[in-house]
């Protein structure tokens, strides 16, 4: 790989909007959303059911027109067919005919594509389908369907990978390899721009995230970054009242079962350590809480009005 590949950017959404009807009855699936995805990384694009996520993606894709903001590709306009022929994408599971095996629903796309036949059975075994790969379509289950899936979106060994739920379906060894194949994607200089509701995969494969809500980014940031903005120190000390008076300025949450929750972290436990114990606190266990992506999804996407 061409040492400064990973800073070719291959997918920028520019302030990209998309309003659905007119006047009062208009709605407004996206709003204003700024990004970009570089060569050689995984990019996780997350939000909750209706935060526009599909809506982007196929803006992205080209198949349909945004209201506003722009698509570029490989730095060309999205309507670019030299462009969009370096993006492969599973959306909605793709589209194959029932009675055709996985096999030959591969080589019709590949005909279709101008594509060697041999990449065909490439990528079958990629996706670990080769032993299915004669049987029909139409008996196929929810993850062999998604591995068919992939292995379309992998058939024009493409630059850019977009995929949406790509592990849906799967069970818990299929996950994993579909875990490592993506991040083997990246690891060979392709750009992944993944879509999940699996958010300890995700959390796992991602070197940058974005989160969406109601149709707005909200946040974007590196995975260890993202991670890192709202750690936990869990806390088991007596008496109780006094420190929680110590701890005020840090948000302390109490349970029932003694130990108190507060904003910080590992760095900073020692220091609160010596306020307790020179308030005449008695400290006997302080922990980091491990942070987890699902988490700070929810806090960032929670309604507070719900």
Not at 38 to 61: D, H, Q, W
Not at 88 to 110: E, H, I, K, W
Request: aromatic share 4%; glycine share 10%.
């Amino acid at each position: 790989m061409h040492s400064d590949r990973n800073e070719i950017v291959a997918l920028e959404l520019r302030d990209l909007s998309k309003t659905y009807g007119r006047g009062a009855k208009a709605k407004r699936a996206v709003s204003d959303v700024t990004l970009s995805v570089r060569c050689g990384e995984v990019y996780g694009f997350l939000g909750p059911n209706g935060a526009g996520k599909s809506t982007t993606i196929r803006m992205a894709l080209g198949l349909i027109r945004p209201t506003s903001g722009q698509v570029r590709l490989f730095g060309s306009e999205v309507t670019d067919r030299d462009a969009l022929g370096r993006v492969g994408s599973l959306v909605d599971g793709g589209t194959f005919y029932p009675f055709l095996s996985g096999r030959d629903n591969l080589r019709v796309l590949a005909r279709t594509r101008g594509i060697d036949g041999w990449r065909t059975e490439e990528v079958l075994e990629r996706v670990d389908l080769t032993r299915d790969a004669k049987r029909k379509f139409k008996g196929y289950s929810t993850g062999m369907k998604q591995r068919l899936g992939v292995a379309a979106a992998l058939l024009d060994d493409p630059d850019l990978v977009i995929l949406d739920e790509p592990a849906n379906g799967l069970d818990a060894a299929g996950i994993q390899d579909m875990r490592k194949l993506i991040r083997a994607l990246a690891d060979e200089g392709k750009a992944v721009f993944l879509c999940s509701h699996l958010l300890h995969e995700v959390q796992q494969v991602c070197d940058r995230l974005a989160i969406v809500s109601k149709g707005r980014l909200i946040r974007e940031a590196g995975t260890a970054e993202l991670l890192g903005t709202s750690l936990r120190l869990t806390i088991e000390a007596r008496p109780m009242d006094a420190a929680l008076k110590v701890l005020e300025t840090r948000r302390p949450i109490a349970a029932p079962s003694g130990h108190i929750a507060v904003e910080g972290t590992s760095e900073e436990a020692p220091a609160i350590v010596r306020e307790l114990v020179a308030a005449g606190v008695d400290v006997f266990r302080i922990a980091a809480e491990e942070q987890n992506l699902e988490k700070v999804f929810l806090e960032m996407t929670s309604d507070p009005n719900d």
